[in-house]
């Protein structure tokens, strides 16, 4: 089992950034590629970025291309995302998800954190 832990949320104003991490840990080696999904209230959720390869090829929605950057540190089973130029409509809770490649790369996911808040006014 894998367990994800989130850190980084909080509240900012537009055009302000943030930076989300997230930590594996238990059998990180089921966690080999990880990516960020988001849910505000009222709406499905969507993922924002994730990196599903192992050659760390990356995907991002079309909402958060050119200021969202997702990272992955693989020796430290670490994620991050960091958020530029935040906008109202990027409030939501943002979740972190880890799953083997080859299930990442259908944006399929076992395991996910618990999620943080970003709030932007």
């Known amino acids: 089992h894998v367990q994800l832990v989130e850190s980084g949320g909080g509240s900012v104003q537009a055009g302000g950034s943030l930076r989300l991490s997230c930590a594996a840990s238990?059998?990180?080696?089921?966690?080999?590629?990880m990516g960020w999904f988001r849910q505000a209230p009222g709406k499905e959720r969507e993922v924002v970025a994730a990196?599903?390869?192992?050659?760390?090829?990356?995907h991002y929605a079309a909402s958060v291309k050119g200021r969202f950057t997702i990272s992955q540190d693989n020796n430290n089973h670490t994620s991050s995302l960091q958020m530029n130029n935040l906008k109202a409509e990027d409030t939501a809770i943002y979740y972190c998800?880890?799953?083997?490649?080859?299930?990442?790369?259908?944006?399929?996911?076992?395991?996910w954190g618990q999620g943080t808040q970003v709030t932007v006014s």
């Open positions: 998800a880890a799953d083997l490649c080859f299930a990442a790369i259908h944006m399929t996911y076992s395991y």
């Open positions: 238990g059998n990180t080696g089921d966690a080999t590629c």
């Open positions: 990196i599903f390869t192992a050659a760390g090829d990356t």
